[in-house]
Structures are given as structure tokens and as C-alpha cells.
């Protein structure tokens, strides 16, 4: 069945960077992309940004630009999502979600990854 | 402070319908189609309507959405134990250059 499968729990110390990876399986990778959205404990969800298989383009969200970086290793159908500066209040379960297509983000994410545990605190 | 407008909870006894309004703006729903997601505590989101009103496969008849200009509704008919989660609306926002959610409604089976 379709899979996308992350990485396992990471705890870090604010400043440190933390990068998580989503495999995906049993599909064509080329034809989706990729978003990340995270859930701090007790809250909704929040959208971090999007990379696509299809063409390689990339967006982040307003809140994360200037610290989320988002790769993708086509050989390996891996995403790899990294958050730097990390604060206490980026522990949050962190999601990889297949989006519909992999022409932009604009539509619904039909597959999700389990979710990984990211806990900052010094 | 989430950009669209979700009730915290609904409640309703089994067999009934519970409705769970959406509630954004022309940058994002009035203008992009809007999806539902299902959370069970501990667990990944799942989607239960996608385009506004489409259900994909595996997911019951009982559950149907709609939209109206800046506002979409998901409906819940024949209330099940099993429904009980949270769910969230979620969209495009145009203006944000976001993916967007609503801050979630718990839906209780009394």
C-alpha cells in the first residue's frame, strides 16, 4: 500500500537543527509532492511549506522561511525536511503529507506519514 | 489565531447529524477548494472530503461537504461512536501564499 514512512523521535536544545526524513513507497514519486505540517501538543495543524517530485520546486510558509529547508533525494524517494534555531516552542509532532499533485500545494494531501516526535528543551 | 473559523466542538447523540461550519475569506475559501481532515487522538490526519464536496474511497456516505461563497460545512449524518475525533477545514490561501486550517472542532457522541 501507499507508505510514507518518517524518521523516528529526536530530542534537541534550542539552537540546534533537526532534520526529518519521510520515504515514500508504492507509488510514482514524480507525479506528487511533499508537505510538512506540524501540530504542537494540544493545538491544530500548521503547514510548513511544500516540495515537489514532479519539478523539483519548493515553497515555505510565511512562518518558516527563513529557518525550514526542504531537499529531496529522488534515488531513494526520499523528503528530507531540516528546522534550524529551534525553540521550545517547536516541539510538535512534525507530519509528511503526499499532496495531490505535484504541481503545487494548492489542493488536499491524501496520504499522511505517522508523525515525528521533535522535542526541544534545554 | 487560525485563518479560517471552526466551532471548538459540536455534540450530538448517536444517529443524529452534527454540522461543523468553516468560516474564511475570498483569498482562500472564496476562491480555492476547501478539504476535511479526521484526527484521532495520537494519530496522523486523514482526509474525509477533498474539492469542496468529494469523498475518496473508503470513506462512508455519511459524511458529505459543501461550500457557499467564503464558508464550507462538513456534515456528519447518522452519528456514530466511531466519529468521534477532531477535524480540521483546510485550504489555499491566495493572498498568504499559505496552505491554511481551521483551529479544529472535537465532535462528541453523547
Known amino acids: 500500500q501507499i507508505q510514507l514512512v518518517q524518521s523516528g523521535p529526536e530530542m534537541k536544545k534550542p539552537g540546534d537543527l533537526v532534520t526529518v526524513s519521510c520515504k515514500a513507497s508504492?507509488?510514482?514519486?514524480?507525479?506528487?509532492?511533499i508537505s510538512w505540517v506540524r501540530q504542537a501538543p494540544g493545538q491544530g495543524l500548521e503547514w510548513m511549506g511544500w516540495?515537489?517530485?514532479?519539478?523539483?520546486?519548493?515553497h515555505y510558509g510565511q512562518n518558516f522561511q527563513d529557518r525550514v529547508t526542504m531537499t529531496i533525494d529522488s534515488s531513494t524517494n526520499t523528503v528530507y525536511m531540516q528546522l534550524r534555531s529551534l525553540r521550545s516552542d517547536d516541539t510538535a509532532v512534525y507530519y509528511c503529507a503526499r499532496e495531490w499533485t505535484g504541481k503545487n500545494p494548492y489542493f488536499h494531501m491524501d496520504v499522511w506519514g505517522k508523525g515525528t516526535t521533535v522535542t526541544v528543551s534545554s | 489565531q487560525s485563518v479560517l473559523t471552526q466551532p471548538p466542538s459540536v455534540s450530538a447523540a448517536p444517529g443524529q447529524k452534527v454540522t461543523i461550519s468553516c468560516s474564511g475569506s475570498n483569498s482562500n475559501i472564496g476562491n480555492n477548494y476547501v478539504s476535511w481532515y479526521q484526527q484521532f487522538p495520537g494519530t496522523a490526519p486523514k482526509v474525509v472530503i477533498y474539492d469542496n464536496n468529494q469523498r475518496p474511497s473508503g470513506i462512508p456516505d455519511r459524511f458529505s461537504g459543501s461550500k457557499s461563497g467564503t464558508s464550507a460545512t462538513l456534515a456528519i449524518t447518522g452519528l456514530r461512536s466511531v466519529d468521534e475525533a477532531d477535524y480540521y477545514c483546510g485550504t489555499w490561501d491566495g493572498s498568504l501564499r499559505d496552505k491554511v486550517f481551521g483551529g479544529g472542532t472535537k465532535v462528541t457522541v453523547l
Open positions: 516540495i515537489s517530485a514532479y519539478n523539483g520546486n519548493i
Open positions: 508504492n507509488y510514482t514519486f514524480t507525479s506528487h509532492g
